[in-house]
């Protein structure tokens, strides 16, 4: 992929899609990112001049592919009505207030639709827009810890272990809200209606945890972590150390998948219990760990890797960008001077693509607003009386 901005115009089978996103943190600018990538073009609208570490370094990558970022002082009726001229351009508009505060400002769902009824109006929380938590401050680990998924996640007898902050603020957050906005611009392609988009990270949670909840319905999932067949209690789905200090994964979930692990590992299966024997479990944990010590990641991998044994090795970040696999696919590209991942999912005929790298407002200038229905005069004004930074 190319790492010039200049190289690609808009792409992607969002490409005419036009989207609002009061700048936020985390999942909202995630959203957006996961827009952008796919042809949405985007205006990050900041509510103040970002400070020089926050000015596309930090959460760069998240802020990518924007078509334009200005600055817009929503404490000021010309400001909000300056946001709503723009709103009556858009097909979408992403915030992630605490409830209330879009109202607050004037700005909020029922204001925006009434200047434009086939908005879409996207709103991320941690809570939700209601119940008796959603005015409360809360991160990832809050919402993973009430939706059930923190419990799961560890091993037996010592504390849940936080899985970083993909699974709420991304996966179940940022991902969800994506996904929900995407879904009600083609209801309004058929309706010619605008609606509201809900997207809570403790619910979005819930979502990613259904598969669990339903073995744990059946009996199959115990509620103490690290014993069950996908948490690291099982033999054949763990990490396990290999003689050089590194690590290698083992997914063998499958008896035929499992059969193929034993026999490339040397293992009879007669001399062994049966693979869902929950009882011999524990010893099979050990007997396994000192077998995968008796050999190098390397050797490992040369042994099992790209085999039906579901085997694959622990890599850093820095070593997952150089893996052949990744390589080959273009999982990971350097754009703009920054490694990053290439967007997602792919597309046969409208790909997405890398445009442009975080910008700071003063890049793009006023003529950027003119396609979202400011003059050039009216935005040299708006600067004047500090509306407009």
């Given amino acids: 992929m190319s790492t010039n901005p200049s190289d690609h115009a808009s792409t992607g089978p969002l490409q005419g899609v036009r989207i609002v996103e009061v700048a936020g943190i985390g999942p909202g600018p995630f959203a957006a990112m996961m827009l952008a990538d796919l042809g949405a073009e985007v205006l990050r609208v900041e509510r103040r001049i970002p400070a020089a570490a926050d000015a596309g370094i930090v959460d760069g ?17 010309r400001g909000v009505e300056t946001l709503l001229r723009i709103v009556e351009k858009a097909d ?56 059930g998924v923190l419990h799961a996640i560890g091993r037996p007898g010592v504390p849940p272990v936080p899985p970083i902050n993909l699974v709420a603020d991304f996966g179940g957050g940022g991902m969800l809200l994506a996904y929900g906005v995407v879904c009600a611009l083609l209801e309004a392609s058929r309706s010619g209606r605008g609606q509201v988009v809900d997207a809570a990270m403790v619910d979005g949670c819930a979502s990613l945890m259904g598969l669990t909840m339903m073995l744990r319905h059946l009996g199959l999932w115990n509620d103490q972590r690290g014993t069950n067949m996908l948490d690291g209690g099982a033999p054949f789905y763990d990490a396990y150390e290999t003689a050089d200090g590194e690590y290698i994964a083992v997914g063998a979930i499958e008896p035929q998948f499992y059969a193929e692990l034993l ?5 009879d299966p007669e001399e062994l219990p049966s693979q869902h024997d929950r009882a011999s479990w524990p010893a099979m944990k050990e ?5 995968f010590r ?11 890797e790209g085999t039906d044994a579901c085997v694959s090795p622990v890599l ?3 070593e997952a960008r150089r893996h052949p696999h990744n ?9 703009f001077g920054v490694p990053q991942p290439a967007p997602s999912p792919r597309f046969s005929r409208t790909p997405g693509s890398l445009r442009s790298w975080a910008m700071r407002p003063s890049e793009n200038g006023a003529a950027d607003l003119e396609r979202w229905g400011l ?15």
């Fill in 316 to 318: 850093s970040i820095d």
């Fill in 92 to 147: 979408a508009l992403l915030e992630g207030f605490r409830p209330g505060v879009a109202e607050r400002l004037g700005f909020g769902p029922d204001v925006c639709l009434a200047r434009n009824p086939r908005l879409v109006y996207g709103r991320i929380t941690g809570w939700g827009q209601e119940g008796p938590l959603a005015r409360s401050a809360g991160h990832d680990i809050d919402y993973i810890a009430l939706s």
């Fill in 294 to 304: 008796t050999r190098t990641r390397a050797e490992w991998c040369e042994l099992l």
């Fill in 61 to 77: 990558i998240l802020r990518r592919n924007r078509s334009a970022v200005a600055v817009i002082d929503l404490k000021a009726d």
């Fill in 287 to 291: 007997r396994f760990a000192a077998l």
């Fill in 263 to 267: 026999q490339r590992c040397g293992l």
């Fill in 327 to 335: 390589v080959h696919r273009g999982t990971f590209v350097e754009a």
């Fill in 375 to 389: 003059g050039v005069d009216e935005v040299a004004r708006l600067r004047a009386e500090g509306v407009l930074s």
